[in-house]
């Protein structure tokens, strides 16, 4: 991957700071929604569940949101995906930072970065290799894609296969070692 297509990845991701995506929404209609209907339901959702805006907290409003709509067709049974643009990055933040809420959400319902394609294939490649414990976390911050193989390890950021390749290996390369990205299929996982 050259530099110029790294940057455009990088002004890409950066015109999507704003935005997040839900998944498993539950809408509770059958009708075709209103752009401001599905707004409404949505920042609803968020307020009672991610934020959990109690009296006294700060809710968000339909006028902090940009945009806001559903991913292909509304589906009655749930398992909605939506996309929302903030208004401004700290309402996205605070947002972002209160989705622990929805862990074990009986809904499934999770919140995410909307990643471009590119920083998208590289969750995927870091999700199969936490899952077969070859690195410790990962984890997504404006975009921006990082991960630790070891518990007490630094960060490092990753950009490229290459970047995984090595955090993965984390040791002088032998030329044995060098394709492990290509024999292990992760090289296949952005287009």
Known sequence: ????????????????????????MFLGSSKVLTEREVTQRTVDFINQSVLKAGDG???????????CHTLGPIKPEGNNNIIIKFQNYHAKRAVFEMKKNLKGDSNKRFIAEDLTRLNYGLVQSLWRLRKDGRINSFWTRDGNVFAKQGENDRPSRIRTNYD???LVVSRPQRSSERGFARESGLRNTIR
Do not use: C, H, W
Request: charged content about 35%; overall charge negative.
């Open 57 to 67: 907290d700060t809710p968000i409003t339909a006028n902090d949101v940009d945009r």
């Open 164 to 166: 995984i390749d090595n």
């Open 1 to 24: 991957m050259d530099d110029l297509q790294l940057k455009v990845n990088d002004l890409e991701q950066y015109g999507r700071r704003n935005n997040l995506r839900i998944s498993n």
